[in-house]
């Protein structure tokens, strides 16, 4: 398609197609947005598939809204795994086991679980399936954002198919490396711990009863989240964070040496566990951009914020993005995009993720600890805040993101 042509014109511009941006595009479809989503790459939607995205995503409860709002939530209950409970196990003494365990449970806080858990390979099935059903949202899977020009009554996108897109609003959720952050001049702040994190699925004899466990040792927390039974079988997802160069010798182990250290990491806690899927791995860094919002841009999830996968926080800070983002452009779409807008989305947003930001880089940083009288530190405050009611009650609210 020639530059000439007359642009296509909509409401919204989403760049990125992955959970974050299709989301974005359910709800911004159901909302009564024209909206346009591309990725480069088209979504990979079954788990046996190259490239299929390993890893799970829990979505908690505050997040089921926005997916009620999109139109997803019932597509996704009948494959979701309850979290009712988030069990920390400190396993930092001389023998890798456990030496002291703590339950947060959801029924301390509210009568739903914590969240659901789901593969992300059956996440962008279903999503893609949703805006097949949307007439307001055109998805375009295999195009590319290759140009951004913004002026103060609108934005003009160019696409790698050379379509010319006008929009009111552009989103980017084009990821870490966001196309879009970088031409509004967006600069971002990142850290990296030289940690890598393994992603994948295994079974196992014992029942996880809907607990969701996080190991700490050293290098990094070793969390099991609950999936559906697999064959028959149960099963839970495992993201096992490590140093980088011991992350990727893990990932190289032939299954059966792999499966031994796997178990021996996980203090028993489920029965013998077996490898169901290939194991992916994704680098660990903390990122935030200096602002979520430019000139008719509004940044979202990975183009906006990035931390390492403690407590779910990940794409939950990136759905809380995308409700305060709709909120504002349902609440006044006759100044979709406009400066205020963007500017009070920013102000909501901002110092929400950087605090959250703080605390699970700490977190994190505690978790990678190696000396011994460390890791009895970090055992002694676990058990510390769990003792104080009021305190474990706040813990489970702010990490839920209630107030």
Request: with cysteine; net charge neutral; aromatic share 6%.
């Amino acid at each position: 398609m020639s530059n000439t042509q007359t642009p296509v014109e909509t409401d919204i511009l989403i760049s990125g197609g992955g959970v974050a941006g299709l989301t974005a595009a359910a709800a911004f479809g159901s909302a009564g947005f024209t909206t346009i989503c591309v990725d480069p790459a088209p979504p990979v939607t079954s788990e046996g598939a190259e490239g299929a995205d390993m890893r799970t995503t829990a979505f908690l409860h505050p997040s089921r809204g926005v997916l009620e709002r999109a139109g997803l939530w019932e597509r996704l209950q009948p494959f979701a795994a309850p979290l009712q409970i988030m069990r920390i196990i400190d396993a930092g003494g001389a023998a890798p086991e456990a030496r002291l365990t703590r339950d947060f449970n959801a029924a301390d806080i509210s009568d739903e679980p914590f969240g659901w858990n789901l593969q992300n390979w059956l996440l962008r099935r279903e999503m893609v399936a949703r805006l097949d059903e949307l007439p307001l949202v055109d998805f375009r899977p295999g195009v590319a954002t290759t140009g951004l020009i913004t002026r103060e009554a609108g934005a003009e996108v160019s696409l790698s198919d050379g379509t010319r897109v006008k929009a009111r609003l552009v989103v980017a959720a084009d990821g870490r490396n966001s196309f879009i952050r970088e031409a509004a001049g967006i600069d971002v702040k990142t850290t990296r711990y030289g940690q890598k994190a393994l992603a994948f699925a295994v079974t196992h004899p014992e029942p996880h009863n809907n607990i969701s466990t996080e190991i700490h040792r050293s290098g990094g927390p070793f969390t099991l989240v609950p999936l559906p039974d697999r064959g028959g079988l149960h099963s839970s997802a495992i993201v096992w964070m490590e140093r980088g160069a011991e992350a990727e010798r893990l990932a190289a182990l032939p299954v059966p040496e792999f499966e031994a250290e796997m178990n021996a990491r996980s203090t028993g806690v489920l029965g013998q566990l077996t490898l169901a899927t290939r194991r992916s791995v994704w680098p660990m860094m903390t990122q935030i951009a200096k602002s979520f919002a430019g000139q008719r841009v509004a940044l979202i999830a990975e183009a906006a914020h990035v931390i390492p996968p403690i407590g779910a926080q990940g794409l939950n800070m990136s759905l809380a993005d995308l409700t305060c983002l709709l909120e504002l452009c349902e609440k006044d779409p006759a100044h979709l995009g406009s400066t205020p807008m963007l500017a009070a989305y920013n102000r909501r947003r901002w110092p929400e993720v950087k605090a959250r930001e703080i605390g699970i880089d700490l977190l994190n940083r505690a978790s990678m600890v190696e000396a011994r009288p460390l890791r009895d530190l970090r055992a002694g405050v676990l058990g510390a805040l769990y003792s104080l009611g009021p305190v474990r009650k706040t813990l489970m609210k702010a990490g839920l993101g209630m107030r």
